[in-house]
Nanobody, 117 residues
Framework: QVQLVESGGGLVQPGGSLRLSCAASASLFSIYRMGWYRQAPGKLRELVASISSGGSTNYADSVKGRFTISRDNAKNTVYLQMNSLKPEDTAVYYC???????????WGQGTQVTVSS
């Protein structure tokens, strides 16, 4: 069992920045594909960004050039740096850990990000 704890959410003005963190309890953290997802009210959960065990990254088109995902395997932590935030980025952001093609898949409890003036 892997526990994921997100932090760093909050209220920010449009154009502002936030950095989300996700601390994992996994002893095999480095071999997990890590992802950030988000879910806005009335919408389906969507992938925002992911990073493989080898460091390859993938982004949703809506956040390319504004968000950066990174990981620190020594700290068992994955980050999401969010810049130039827009009101449409408002959502609950969830951390996900996955390995063995979904056989081992875990979610954090989520952290609220609100972009509003």
């Amino acid at each position: 069992q892997v526990q994921l704890v997100e932090s760093g959410g909050g209220l920010v003005q449009p154009g502002g920045s936030l950095r989300l963190s996700c601390a994992a309890s996994a002893s095999l953290f480095s071999i997990y594909r890590m992802g950030w997802y988000r879910q806005a009210p009335g919408k389906l959960r969507e992938l925002v960004a992911s990073i493989s065990s080898g460091g390859s990254t993938n982004y949703a088109d809506s956040v390319k050039g504004r968000f950066t995902i990174s990981r620190d395997n020594a700290k068992n932590t994955v980050y999401l740096q969010m810049n130039s935030l827009k009101p449409e980025d408002t959502a609950v952001y969830y951390c996900n850990a996955d390995r063995a093609a979904g056989r081992f898949n875990y979610w954090g409890q989520g952290t609220q990000v609100t972009v509003s003036s």
